[in-house]
């Protein structure tokens, strides 16, 4: 993250005031005026779902009020922004080298998040992550909850903020995009990316260069970026301020208690995850590490230009987004050694997919506002009552995921709670009201059973709860055939026959973006996975 030697003017951001924000964090003010919206109507309190002991379980059905809600946020207090420090504060005189930042760079780095209009509305720095508790520590399991919550919304909100740097497209993707992408090599990580996260459409080619063409588009690409980048270098990691010496001993524990279950392996993984150092040399040369491979490839869809045309008195330099990623990888990585710590959790990231039709109880639009505007549905009074009907039938009248920004997180814990407890009290009362006008013989087979509510304790099974959702930009089309049927009976039988025709010819037009690279660079092998050391193996009785 190279930074001249001169003074820089203090930046402002190079997002268009005009430009209309996307409702990524709050969607349901993107669907009313502001004069009929209330905002502190609305429950934002973590979600949740009912005590169940079933391995799958699916999403619970939303009630009206929660159809087109935000996702859980904590209305606990922030920590207040920082004083804004003099312009000094963002002059360098060396490059940041692998082995972290100066004392002075360590200043800026964690200094409040750039890019915005007045002041930020948070300021993290070391040690500010959770008020100076750590999360482990907060004995009741909805602060818990409610503590995380807020700061994966404050993460996701940085992201959104980071995103609005692409909201104009880069002039050399303008010709041919997908052209310009797939020729180098060095982009195949960029491509994979932007494979897994977007979805084509039958025009071919042309529905992939929509991504770069579109600046609303554009923004939800780089946020799923971002946030996919942060959930598989930063959250998966066991320890991210681990060493490759820490990673294997960290592996190897996991691997000695294979046979248990989850929990009994994150409870011991936690104990041995509190005895270690959180903010080391190694843990900034991870961020510099990470920081670096993502700017890398942001790069690519970014351009200094764009923004220098656009307003010649302003002055954007390229180092001032990688310091803001600095800050989210940071962030984001103080945030997964929190987690880590925590014993009696399992915390999950729920999968969403391109292609996917959209559902409220698990994901929220951050394209709502347009969603709304291109929606095929009319309101219309049917015997007295307003419905939705179809008003355009030709076209596409299914919402289905276009772009994934980011993962729901849910929460498992051991047994059922307060909640089981409850629901206990009333089940053995009713259970009892209802034994006396059975036979003896029925009453008596009713005890033995181990579904008998006098017999159960609460603490069997387990219990989950909705922590955030997943983040989507929606269109408007009709879901695949495969993905709508795989799976099912329909499906399977047509595998058995070998007649996937139907399939095909579902798909015809769509192209994977990683098969246009492979056209590109025909020599290009797929990496191999490495095969898991002997070492490793040979622990697990140990």
């Known amino acids: 993250m190279a930074s001249p030697s001169r003074k820089r003017p203090r930046r402002k951001s190079p997002a268009d005031a005009s430009f209309r924000p996307n409702p990524a964090l709050s969607p349901m003010r993107a669907a009313y005026p502001d004069d009929e919206y209330d905002e502190g109507a609305i429950d934002r309190s973590p979600r949740h779902v009912s005590w169940t002991s079933r391995l799958e379980q699916g ?24 004083e804004d420090k003099d312009e000094n504060e963002y002059e360098f005189a060396d490059r940041m080298s692998m082995d972290g930042p100066t004392a002075e760079e360590e200043k800026m780095l964690f200094s409040p998040i750039s890019g915005l209009k007045g002041k930020p509305k948070w300021a993290y720095r070391l040690g500010e992550l959770f008020g100076g508790t750590p999360l482990w520590q907060i004995k009741s399991d909805a602060a818990k909850d409610e503590t995380l919550c807020a700061a994966m919304h404050d993460l996701r909100s940085m992201t959104v903020a980071f995103s609005k740097y692409f909201c104009r497209p880069d002039p050399k993707l303008t010709k041919d995009a997908v052209k ?3 020729k180098d090599e060095e982009n195949v990580t960029l491509v994979r990316y932007i494979g897994c996260l977007a979805m084509g459409g039958p025009d071919g080619l042309a529905d992939w260069m929509v991504l770069f063409l579109d600046g609303l588009q554009l923004e939800a690409l780089a946020m799923g970026i971002v946030s996919r980048a942060l959930k598989e270098h ?11 010496k820490l990673e294997k001993k960290l592996d190897l524990l ?44 942001l790069r690519f869809l970014y351009d200094l230009d764009v923004h220098v045309a656009k307003d010649p008195k302003k002055t954007y330099y390229w180092e001032d987004l990688e310091r803001e990623l600095y800050d989210m990888v940071t962030f984001a990585a103080k945030l997964s050694q929190e987690m880590r710590c925590v014993d009696d959790v399992v915390y999950y990231w729920s999968p969403t997919f391109k292609d996917e039709e959209f559902e409220p109880a698990r994901m929220e639009c951050y394209n709502l506002a347009d969603m709304i505007t291109r929606s095929p549905y009319r309101k219309k009074k049917v015997d007295g009552r307003e419905t939705a009907v179809l008003h355009e039938p030709d076209k596409g009248h299914e919402a289905i995921v ?96 070998n ?22 660079h025909p020599t ?16 697990r009785g140990k």
């Open 524 to 539: 290009y092998r797929v990496p191999v996975p490495k095969e898991p050391e002997v070492e490793a193996v040979s622990g």
């Open 254 to 297: 996991d691997m000695k208690h294979v046979e248990k279950d989850g929990f009994y392996r994150t409870e011991q993984r936690a104990k041995k995850c509190r005895e270690l150092s959180k903010g080391d040399l190694q843990f900034k040369r991870n961020v510099a590490k990470v920081s670096a491979q993502m700017a890398s490839h």
């Open 234 to 244: 930063v959250f998966s990691a066991l320890w991210f301020a681990a060493d490759e």
């Open 180 to 182: 310009e992408i797939c």
């Open 402 to 497: 276009r772009i994934v920004l980011s993962l729901g997180l849910i929460a498992y814990r051991k047994g059922g709670g307060d909640l089981a407890e409850i629901l206990l009290k009333y089940e053995r009362t009713q259970a009892d009201g209802e034994a006396k006008c059975l036979p003896p013989d029925v009453r008596h087979a009713r005890s033995l059973s181990r579904d008998s509510p006098h017999k159960l304790t609460g603490e069997e099974g387990f219990r989950t709860r909705l922590i955030c959702k997943s983040a989507v930009q929606l269109q408007w089309g009709q879901q695949r055939l495969l993905t709508r049927q795989a799976g099912t009976s329909t499906h399977i039988d047509a595998v058995r026959k």
């Open 499 to 520: 007649d996937m025709s139907k399939y095909v010819n579902d798909r015809a037009g769509f192209v994977e973006l990683f098969d246009v690279f492979l056209k590109e």
């Open 59 to 82: 999403a619970t059905k939303p009630d009206r009020a929660r159809a087109s809600m935000s996702p859980a946020r904590s209305s606990m207090k922030r920590i207040l922004p920082a």
